[in-house]
């Protein structure tokens, strides 16, 4: 896994916004839903890091000599689709409080909830169960410098280039390097036109014979995920506070919410102040 980066600062809290069903099964379960990436609202990002990951390669054609280095390159380039269906399982959240674009894009217009996670607490959960906790990277060049990173090393593993013959053994060695420093980075490498969402992700690659794995339905879709327990680490339930997100009911919804939460050890019922009865 990649180590956090020297320019990442976790900050103190970590927000999840989701409707009331989300708040009533995490409550409950003391664990949370790491979704399959393919499944998300933006269906493409995987396709973005793995085209990221291919202009990089192509762009490496004049790095050696020899009269097949090019032909190999394109064939690696042209066998990143073998990518496409690793199972990456991401559980997503934002550094705002309250924020309007949150609110509308990932709960109910009848009034969604935001839960406060305590961020250290939250990050030895997941660390306990094999996810990494990273904020996702938006701006371009910062993509491509770490892709190129990752390219670059993946491609130092070919040795000789053999003037005829089949390339398939060097071309497979290369793809297990890229796939091993790909999938680490990949999950957290994000368009830059969904910066405002100032996220931060759990990911991590999970086996379709994992116990941890089971499903949820969406609409006419089975959507794999990743069962996330919250009390893994005994004595460090990281959730601290739930917003009551805009909406006409706010008052009842903070009322019967209240003897249940702080039973689960949930410290604080916070009412948002933004000025919408639906959202």
């Excluded at 990456?88 to 934002?94: A, D, I, K, Y």
């Excluded at 009848?110 to 305590?118: M, N, R, T």
């Excluded at 040795?159 to 398939?168: A, S, T």
């Excluded at 939460?261 to 604080?268: D, I, L, N, T």
Aim: proline letters at 8%; aromatic letters at 8%.
């Amino acid at each position: 896994m990649l180590p956090m980066p020297a320019e990442e600062t976790l900050p103190s809290y970590l927000y999840h916004y989701t409707s009331i069903q989300g708040v009533d099964g995490i409550i409950k379960s003391k664990a949370v839903w790491a979704s399959e990436l393919h499944f998300l609202n933006d269906s493409r990002e995987w396709k973005f890091a793995l085209e990221l990951v291919r202009g990089e390669v192509l762009r490496a054609n004049g790095a050696r000599p020899e009269k097949r280095w090019p032909i190999l390159l394109t064939r690696i380039a042209d066998s990143l689709e073998q990518f496409s269906d690793m199972r990456v399982c991401v559980f997503c959240l934002s550094e705002n409080p309250n924020q309007l674009s949150q609110w509308r894009g990932y709960c109910p217009p009848d009034g969604g909830y935001a839960l406060q996670f305590k961020a250290d607490l939250l990050r030895d959960q997941l660390h306990a169960q094999g996810f990494q906790l990273h904020c996702c990277d938006y701006e371009f060049q910062s993509q491509r410098s770490k892709v190129r990173e990752v390219v670059s090393a993946a491609l130092q593993t070919v040795g000789w280039i053999p003037e005829e013959g089949h390339l398939e053994g060097i071309i497979q060695i290369c793809l297990g390097e890229l796939m091993k420093r790909l999938v680490p980075l990949a999950p957290f490498l994000k368009h830059p036109d969904f910066h405002e969402e100032a996220e931060w992700r759990a990911a991590k690659l999970v086996n379709t014979d994992d116990p941890a794995m089971g499903y949820h339905i969406r609409g006419p879709v089975a959507v794999p995920h990743a069962l996330v327990h919250l009390d893994a680490v005994p004595g460090a339930f990281p959730i601290e506070d739930i917003t009551v997100g805009p909406g006409p009911h706010q008052q009842l919804a903070s009322r019967g919410l209240a003897p249940i939460v702080f039973r689960e050890g949930v410290r604080s019922i916070t009412i948002s102040q933004t000025p919408l009865r639906e959202i």
